[in-house]
């Protein structure tokens, strides 16, 4: 049927599109034509006339290879159910004057980006279409329809633009033909309805939330982490894992080498008088060998390592404990490595002199350690009066000799020789 320039030969037997463009070159006046419902088949290269302006095809089994076979002087198109599955800007970059697009019933998927910069209406409703995007509507910058309902939609943040910020008056079908089909627990659900915050969707204002918020949880752990003395526990950490490599080698010098000191002397630099004036006499008086930093640390060595080897060295760790000493970090760190120490070797090597009161809820947080070990372990006072100093000389030098029977019998005479000169009311304490 041919009317004004219109020929329809809907639903015939038409099978050779080849032959039927070599014949529309006769129909001088012919700018549209209908092939719908027919049995087209793309074998032969067709050679179109310039003026047929719009084609359909629809309703014929033609695949993806259609749009090669068409004129390139088309201003109206329409393939709806021809079993195209995909769709490029390769395939319209062939149409330049190309404004109206009929892709229904189709088995598209995505629509490409930069489609076409002369598209005025585009449908592709009932396709296989997931999401449309922000960049897809971009490259289509004449369109005035966008027929896109009835595909299997995604309701999530691929289709959060599509659904709020999208000009909806482009779209014929909407609200009616767009539902949701994923995920399950919104299928069947009008988009319309759907709802997502932006928040949730839009990266940068995630990061433009997260980072100062992160800046705050950041800031309040570094406050919190100096405050718990962090610093200084990272710092113990650190050495304790070169601690713990040494674990081995402690072990068998306890069990198994003689030591060189009896006792490592662990004070307080302010404290120094009353060790250089009371303690050192009394002991090495008494024959035993002792390690003070100031005199028998390795110069020029870390003295960290200084302090492993000296405690590594000795029989017993003596700790002269005083509010100076809990003031004192490099005090903490010999009480560390001496706790660890008799820990790995499952010895006993840890003695306190308490040389003035310390209550102990006014000790710094990094020494609860210290904390425990006073209220676990026996430690000495040292006393005021000078009949009492006598029974704390001996009672020290008894603990920090080493546990052999010839020492022990010397001891228990030494004992017995100063129980002697003290009164009676004293004796109990050296028991």
Not at 35 to 63: E, Q, R, Y
């Amino acid at each position: 049927m041919e009317d004004q320039g219109h020929l329809s030969l809907s639903k015939n037997r038409c099978a050779d599109l080849s032959f039927i463009a070599q014949q529309t070159h006769q129909i001088k006046y012919l700018e549209s034509l209908d092939l719908s419902f027919n049995s087209i088949v793309l074998d032969k290269p067709c050679f179109w006339p310039i003026h047929i302006t719009s084609l359909s095809l629809s309703n014929n089994n033609l695949g993806n290879k259609v749009f090669s076979f068409l004129s390139q002087y088309l201003q109206r198109i329409d393939l709806s159910k021809t079993d195209i599955t995909a769709l490029t800007q390769e395939d319209l970059l062939q149409f330049p004057m190309l404004t109206h697009l009929f892709l229904s019933f189709n088995s598209i998927k995505v629509i490409p980006t930069d489609l076409s910069p002369t598209l005025v209406s585009l449908y592709i409703d009932q396709n296989s279409i997931t999401s449309i995007s922000r960049q897809t509507l971009a490259g289509l910058p004449s369109i005035r329809t966008l027929k896109a309902g009835d595909n299997p939609f995604v309701c999530s943040c691929d289709s959060y633009w599509f659904i709020n910020t999208l000009n909806k008056s482009l779209l014929p079908d909407w609200p009616l033909d767009y539902t949701c089909s994923t995920p399950p627990s919104v299928a069947d659900l009008p988009m319309s309805e759907y709802r997502t915050s932006r928040m949730s969707c839009e990266a940068w204002l995630q990061a433009a939330v997260a980072l100062p918020v992160t800046m705050l949880i950041v800031l309040a752990l570094c406050s919190a982490f100096y405050a718990c003395d962090g610093v200084w526990y990272t710092k113990m950490l650190w050495v304790w894992i070169c601690v713990k490599r040494r674990g081995q080698k402690q072990a068998n010098l306890l069990n198994n080498t003689t030591f060189r000191y009896h006792s490592f002397i662990s004070y307080s630099h302010q404290d120094s008088a009353w060790v250089e004036s009371k303690l050192v006499p009394s002991l090495e008086g008494a024959g035993l060998s002792l390690c003070i930093h100031e005199r028998d640390f390795v110069p020029g060595q870390w003295i960290v390592d200084n302090i492993i080897n000296c405690v590594e060295a000795s029989y017993k760790t003596l700790f002269v404990l005083s509010n100076h000493f809990v003031q004192s970090e490099w005090c903490n760190y010999e009480l560390f490595f001496a706790q660890h120490r008799a820990l790995d070797a499952q010895q006993d090597s840890l003695v306190f002199i308490l040389l003035e009161p310390i209550p102990t809820n006014s000790l710094p947080k990094k020494f609860l350690k210290l904390r425990r070990l006073l209220m676990q372990q026996t430690y000495l006072e040292w006393p005021m009066d000078e009949r009492k100093q006598q029974v704390f000389w001996v009672n020290l030098r008894s603990m920090l000799q080493v546990a052999d029977h010839r020492i022990l019998k010397d001891m228990a005479l030494e004992l017995t020789q100063s129980a002697s000169l003290i009164p009676d009311d004293l004796v109990p304490l050296l028991k």
